[in-house]
């Protein structure tokens, strides 16, 4: 036994043994993580930097690191060597971008497969695929609205760094994409809310959300590119859950030492961390 320790320590010593160890971490247990956009301020930060949890939702199929080059075949046709629960709804998830799944993206789980969800450009609304029982026995009865004749929720979540920046229209935007066939959302009548703009046919955009399948969103509403846009995320490109932040710095390489080690269910959901977001 002590003959193999001593082997065993020689080898995790040698550069070999340290980038085997290394690999097999990321590959199966953590990954580092940079925000690199604006889309979940305040609730994560451009300049954190995160350990990402790659065992949360299964074990996706391991990738080489930079060049996401994939080192073993997707066996099981569902992006993971061992399958795992899926995303809840309200989890922070880190996936990879459908469009260019080399590159990954960090959002909100606002909806899971069967689940409808309606936009109004300053408000999001959700109905759980469960059905009413599901819903008056699960969420806030001041969240609970009549929408087409049966009951969403308004803005499920409670996490304090969910915000709509009023200064920001972003209906120009929607209906540029809606132009050119790149909004996953089909406009729809909801007698029930107001007018988008006098002009136009339709008051609200509405998805229901495929099976197996979960409606991304950013924190910061207005400035997010996700699945309202090109819609929603397969299982198969689910990588994990981000963990903690260990390193955190601003626009001026000013450490946030206030944000270095804390778990991010502790940052989202402290309003001392949200108001420091707001600079």
Do not use: C
């Amino acid at each position: 036994m002590r003959n193999f320790l001593h082997k065993a320590y020689n080898f995790s010593s040698s550069w070999t043994g340290t980038i085997i160890i290394v690999l097999l971490v990321i590959f199966f247990f953590a990954q580092a993580f940079v925000i690199p956009s604006g889309s979940m301020k305040r609730s994560l930060l451009i300049g954190d930097f995160l350990f990402v949890k790659k065992f949360s939702y299964g074990i996706p199929t391991p990738h080489l690191p930079w060049i996401e080059i994939p080192v073993l075949p997707d066996f099981n046709g569902d992006g993971h060597i061992i399958k795992g629960k899926s995303p809840k709804r309200g989890d922070i998830v880190v996936f990879r971008y459908p469009v260019n799944e080399k590159v990954h993206f960090v959002k909100r789980n606002f909806a899971v497969g069967g689940d409808e969800v309606i936009y109004t450009v300053d408000a999001m609304y959700l109905r759980p695929n469960e059905g009413d029982e599901f819903i008056t026995k699960n969420y806030d009865k001041s969240k609970i609205v009549t929408l087409q004749g049966r009951l969403f929720v308004k803005e499920p979540y409670s996490n304090l760094g969910i915000s709509y920046d009023e200064k920001v229209d972003l209906l120009p935007l929607v209906l540029m994409n809606l132009a050119k066939n790149r909004l996953a959302m089909d406009p729809t009548i909801v007698p029930e809310l107001g007018e988008l703009r006098g002009d136009l046919p339709f008051n609200a955009f509405y998805i229901k959300v495929p099976k197996g399948e979960f409606f991304m969103i950013g924190d910061n509403r207005n400035h997010s590119d996700d699945s309202r846009f090109w819609g929603s995320v397969p299982y198969r490109l689910i990588v994990g859950k981000p963990w903690f932040i260990y390193f955190s710095w601003d626009k001026d390489k000013k450490v946030r030492w206030e944000r270095v080690g804390r778990f991010v269910d502790t940052v989202e959901n402290n309003p001392k961390f949200i108001y420091e977001q707001k600079d």
